[in-house]
């Protein structure tokens, strides 16, 4: 094999594996894409029951002096 056959199969190779590279990352990116997207839906689940948590505490306590006066 020439050191040109030999330098083309090295690029060959190089390039498959970095393919390969790029498809696990593609794949990674997408899956942490989806677990963001799951937490974002939480987080406004969990923001909405909050604000509405709190909006029921403050119509629940009354205003009365305290008992020391």
């Not at 594996?17 to 406004?44: F, G, P, Y």
Request: net charge negative; no cysteine.
């Amino acid at each position: 094999m020439s050191d040109e056959e030999k330098r083309i199969t090295q690029l060959e190779e190089l390039l498959a594996h970095q393919a390969r590279t790029i498809e696990e990352l593609s794949d990674q990116l997408a899956e942490q894409w989806k677990v963001v997207e799951q937490t974002r839906a939480r987080l406004a689940v969990l923001t909405e029951r909050f604000l509405t948590l709190e909006e029921q505490s403050h119509e629940a306590v009354p205003v009365t002096r305290p008992p020391h006066y």
